[in-house]
């Protein structure tokens, strides 16, 4: 005959402190152990997070040219500077350096060119009527063919200077050295007024 064998029913006021303390300890335990048996929820890992690079928009930046236009003035051969040319303009060219400058064929008259350095210039067909030479120095300039009516020489330098052809009525030639004068003929000084009346020398 089986022998039945009974739990023994622990009261806990039976049981000592110490006892109640480890029977707790396992209960505790148990409890974990069922906890632990549960399948752990598997949370699907986010696929990583790719990295999106936005290019910024390259501009491109000019360099700011700046453009300058020079102008060249071409100066004459010769030492003549463009302000004394531009002294015709006004016909007062007194003192004005006029070396080698060529006039042929203008119309120069009534142009005052007093005291004006004016070696080498050439006045080929050029109207001087009226116009005025006082000490200018006017050696080897060339005034063939020119009209030189009235035109006033006094003092002027006139060294290897040619009038061959000029017309002469009525100039003024005082204190002036003709010996070394090119091409001027008798016919011409006959038009050239020298003197004033009495025979004195017309010297202005």
């Known amino acids: ?22 029977l707790l300890a396992l209960a505790l335990l148990s409890a974990c152990a069922n906890e ?7 949370v699907a890992e986010a696929p990583p997070a790719t990295e999106t690079t936005v290019e910024a928009p390259t501009t491109t930046v000019q360099p700011e040219v700046t453009t300058t236009t020079s102008t060249t003035t071409t ?13 015709i303009k006004t016909t007062t060219c007194q003192y004005a350096n006029l070396v080698g ?24 067909g050029t109207n001087l009527t009226n116009s005025i030479f006082i000490r200018t120095d006017l050696s080897a300039v060339n005034f063939e063919g020119a009209t030189l009516k009235n035109v006033d020489f006094t003092a002027a330098v006139l060294d290897q200077a040619s009038f061959k052809g000029a017309n002469l009525d009525g100039a003024v030639l005082c204190d002036v050295d003709l ?10 000084l006959d038009k050239v007024k020298k003197f004033k009346t009495k025979g004195k020398v017309y010297c202005p």
């Not at 010996?179 to 011409?188: A, C, G, I, Y």
């Open 75 to 87: 100066v004459p051969v010769t030492t003549t500077t463009v302000l004394d040319i531009a002294c």
């Open 179 to 188: 010996e070394t004068v090119l091409d001027l003929t008798k016919e011409q």
């Open 101 to 124: 400058v060529d006039f042929s064929r203008l119309k120069l008259d009534f142009v005052d060119f007093s005291v004006a350095n004016m070696v080498g210039a050439s006045f080929v």
């Open 1 to 22: 005959m089986p022998v039945l064998v009974t739990q023994p029913f622990v009261s806990l006021m039976t049981v000592k402190p110490r006892s109640l303390g480890a």
């Open 36 to 42: 632990a048996s549960v399948a752990p929820t598997t």
